[in-house]
């Protein structure tokens, strides 16, 4: 019997048209040559990948956190804006953590949503703190833990967002219309609310642009993550062989590219990214654009790319009321990422853990993961 997709209706045997053409999500093993596919595909792979001009703009201590105000530039674009937080009176060389924000539909701002700078967050990002981090600024706890953590605003958020007069017109009436119909909560400021609800839009032309440059989105932020961490590196502070990542949702996205395109990530966390790309017809296809890089699916399944550095440490938290995917879907990822590791002969080196209730990383889950670095990277 066929099966119907209720996304597709009349188009549903697309689907098996497409397995006809090639085998999809077929096996990719962890090693040099599923490494080497991943940059293939993600390109935006092939030249230095240092941060430029790096400036020191500001510093700060403040519970128990000595904070810095960074920037560099990628080479385009506007400069890139960081923050570099570790423990107050540290004197000796930390492992290093580059966090990663998530997408969250939530690009006016972008390191802000998991790191506190020298400033009270504004309460937009209090409350969508609450949501998805318990209330807490995650990476600020991580460096009162004993990290050198940097956390970089990426291309399309923060200080790398595309200004809304540069987006074409097509995404600022689309925009205008939402807002007509469905306008913000009254605790969102409409400024955010409206370069939220167009920098969704607007992430459809720029994937088009990739595409034509011979990237992918998931290209273009994972280079600008590597980025990131050869500034970690470069920091006299940090211990080069002990850097790791960690990000909820789209920063889950990202510590899966970074973690399979940089050597150096020698511990990595994922919350609320771990799915496969089956269990993903005929449910949210609202993900971003860097979940999907362009072809991948003909030589690997999402939870290949991110097991192909094993036996590098892993953790991925689950959230089985995740709506984003099906607990199917989550759990046969789990199933795939134990054979990888199992297959190097490291099978302790991946923890799947699971948690009932939505997408989120709570102060339970934060807890849990940052056991796990604690005694991956610092023992």
């Known amino acids: ?29 962890p090693g040099r040559e599923t490494q080497q596919r ?3 595909i993600l390109g935006f792979c092939d030249r230095p990948e240092m941060p430029l001009e790096v400036q020191v703009e500001r510093q ?27 423990p107050a009176g540290a004197r000796t060389r930390l492992p290093g953590l580059v ?16 790191a506190d700078g020298p400033d009270d967050p504004p309460s937009v ?15 600020n706890a991580l460096a009162q833990s004993g990290f050198v953590v ?13 200004p809304l007069d540069t987006m ?11 807002l007509a119909a469905m306008p913000p909560e009254a605790n969102i400021p409409f400024e955010i609310a409206q370069y939220n609800t167009a920098a969704y839009h607007h992430e459809h032309w720029v994937s088009k642009y990739c595409n034509l440059l011979g990237t992918n989105l998931a290209g273009v932020v994972c280079h600008e993550d590597r980025i990131a961490a050869n500034y970690l590196l ?5 211990i080069p062989d002990r850097i790791g990542c960690i990000g909820l949702s789209g920063g889950g996205n990202r510590a899966a590219l970074l973690t399979a395109t940089h050597a150096a990530i020698a511990a990595t966390v994922i919350i609320g990214l771990m799915c496969t790309y089956e269990g993903l017809l005929d449910h949210n296809m609202s993900h971003t654009w860097m979940f999907f890089p362009f072809g991948w699916a003909r030589y690997g399944d999402w939870p290949d790319l991110a097991a192909c550095r094993a036996p590098s440490p892993l953790l991925v938290q689950y959230a089985l009321d995740d709506e984003l995917f099906t607990v199917q879907g989550m759990r046969d990822a789990d199933a795939k990422l134990k054979a990888h590791y199992a297959r190097v002969g490291k099978p302790d080196a991946y923890v799947g853990q699971f948690y009932p209730g939505p997408h989120r990383f709570d102060l339970e889950m934060q807890r849990a993961a940052f056991a796990w670095l604690d005694q991956t990277m610092r023992h």
């Open 1 to 29: 019997m066929k099966k119907h997709y209720q996304h597709l209706g009349i188009y549903s045997d697309w689907v098996q048209a497409a397995h006809d053409q090639q085998p999809l999500y077929p096996v990719a093993y």
């Open 38 to 40: 991943v940059r293939e």
């Open 60 to 86: 700060w201590e403040r519970d128990g956190v000595l904070g810095e105000q960074v920037s560099w530039s990628v080479g385009y674009g506007p400069r890139t804006q960081a923050y570099v937080l570790k």
């Open 99 to 114: 966090a990663l924000h998530d997408h969250g539909s939530f690009k006016f701002f972008g390191k802000e949503k998991i």
């Open 125 to 139: 990002i209090s409350e969508f703190r609450k949501k998805s981090y318990g209330g807490r600024a995650f990476a």
């Open 150 to 162: 940097v956390v970089p605003d990426v291309f399309l958020w923060g200080s790398r967002k595309f």
């Open 168 to 178: 074409p017109e097509p995404v600022r009436d689309v925009t205008a219309a939402v």
């Open 234 to 238: 470069s920091r006299e502070d940090v």
